[in-house]
């Protein structure tokens, strides 16, 4: 229409301009899309206890965490799987009559790596320095227990209970006692509690028999308390053992009637809690993502990953570093430590000879005549892992031979009637170099120990390597969410 005012006819209003699309990251190779906002300080591969820490710990730290994983849960070899999860990751078929037999699926949280907590260990510390403890709940475990002549016996957790245990004659219940006297008090700063004994330097075993411990005596102490896998803490020096010893007897002291803690509803709790802290602080978590390659550079050093997830292939850049579990890395870049073999059991019936529904049984190596201890963790539905009137107890050791199931029949045997048995055998490895030069962190595998204290040793390592500060624990308390 004409304007009669004078003017001319008004335009049509311009279309609004389409939004460019963001430029394609330099970095980016090519036939990829970016995987989640594409570039953090810090990617870390899978979920097992040990990553999650680190991603946790770096988040503190302000870091833009990523961190995946290739399984749709979390806790990779430390997860704790229900029932119909348990008998899918060993490619077993569920019983049709298995509600019936075994109880509920969701009444199963089974772990894959079975280890206790020590109270006053160094786990704890880092759940309490990182804030993480009031995420879970904790029960402790009945007690510990030893094998001897084949049967299962209490390691002594009293004074009372030291003399009348059936593991010592009345003399050598009388020098057993001088000797955990003299660990107590033993101060390595104050050379009045020595009483001329060079700790530091001497072997354990001239420490035993400077105290005229018998070989069964030393057995016990050094295999169900002071947690060795192997008689090679005999030949190393007293310190290494008196430490051990008294970590295990403050542990005890902390709680009674045993040194252990164990997270309602399986291990699983605590690589979740970890993956809580990470995304309180930032983090991106995305599980079924594939890691297909840790990407480098010309120098070979680490700058992200190429990942395959919801079916398109992805990539994210790490301006620091890439951490991770050894699976997720080049074969060269890690080197085999041995193998674990274990056994997943669900029984009927508490184990005879263990008082309670949870405990953890060693098996020496001197009684089960071979070069390392079998384990054994019992729990139950204390615990939540299972439905009541049925328990789980997991077997393993450290694999000497070319036939890893006949390695833990010793162990076996003591269960009684199996309703359900999974067996297992993984290798373990370690990093070859520290990190430092080809910026891969990368963790060890968890070994046949029945606790997380080299977890943790591990986890304080990796933390100097990537980060070149100390993480110290040495004025953080125990845990206070204990039931």
Not at 80 to 105: C, I, M, Q, Y
Not at 294 to 305: R, S
């Amino acid at each position: 229409m004409a304007d009669f005012e004078g003017g001319a006819e008004a335009a049509p209003a311009a279309a609004p301009a389409e939004p460019e699309a963001p430029a394609r990251p330099e970095w980016l190779p090519e036939g990829c899309d970016v995987l989640a906002d594409g570039e953090y300080d810090a990617i870390i591969v899978g979920t097992g206890l040990t990553d999650c820490i680190m991603s946790g710990l770096l988040s503190r730290m302000n870091m833009k965490v990523l961190h995946v994983d290739r399984n749709g849960y979390y806790g990779g070899d430390c997860a704790s799987l229900s029932l119909n999860e348990l008998f899918r990751e060993f490619s077993k078929t569920v019983p049709e009559d298995a509600r019936s037999t075994l109880g509920a699926n969701r009444d199963y949280n089974v772990d894959l790596v079975p280890k206790f907590i020590m109270a006053c260990g160094a786990l704890v510390k880092i759940l309490v320095h990182t804030r993480v403890e009031p995420y879970l709940q904790f029960k402790q475990i009945s007690g510990s227990f030893v094998v001897k002549d084949g049967k299962v016996q209490k390691v002594p957790s009293t004074p009372q209970e030291a003399i009348a245990s059936s593991l010592m004659g009345m003399f050598e219940k009388r020098r057993f006692r001088t000797f955990i006297i003299y660990v107590a008090q033993y101060k390595e700063d104050d050379p009045s509690t020595w009483e001329g004994k060079d700790v530091m330097n001497m072997p354990m075993g001239a420490l035993f028999d400077a105290f005229n411990l018998d070989a069964n005596t030393q057995s016990f102490v050094g295999h169900a308390m002071a947690l060795h896998r192997d008689d090679g803490y005999l030949q190393r020096p007293a310190i290494e053992t008196v430490r051990a010893l008294q970590l295990y007897t403050s542990s005890i002291e902390q709680y009674g009637r045993s040194p252990y803690l164990y997270p309602v509803w399986g291990l699983g709790g605590l690589p979740e809690s970890f993956s809580r802290l990470c995304a309180v602080n930032g983090g991106t978590f995305m599980l079924n993502c594939d890691v297909q390659e840790v990407m480098t550079n010309a120098d070979g050093v680490a700058w992200g990953i190429k990942a395959k997830f919801e079916d398109k292939v992805c990539a994210a850049k790490a301006r620091l570093c890439v951490v991770g579990d050894p699976s997720y890395f080049p074969a060269e870049k890690v080197r085999p430590t041995g193998r674990v073999a274990r056994s997943i059991c669900i029984l009927d019936h508490p184990i005879r000879g263990v008082s309670g529904d949870s405990g953890q049984i060693i098996v020496p190596m001197r009684e089960a005549r071979r070069n390392h201890d079998i384990y054994i963790a019992f729990l139950g539905n204390e615990h939540e892992v299972a439905p009541k009137n049925r328990f789980i107890a997991i077997v393993s050791t450290t694999v000497e031979t070319a036939d890893p199931m006949a390695e833990l029949e010793p162990g076996i045997r003591l269960l009684g009637n199996v309703m359900e048995r999974f067996d297992a055998v993984v290798e373990t490895f370690e990093p070859v170099g520290s990190g430092e030069d080809d910026r891969m962190f990368i963790s060890r595998s968890y070994d046949a120990t029945s606790h997380f204290e080299t977890v943790a040793d591990d986890v304080r390592d990796m933390f100097r390597r990537v980060t070149g500060e100390v993480l110290d624990l040495s004025s953080v308390g125990g845990a206070e969410n204990v039931a």
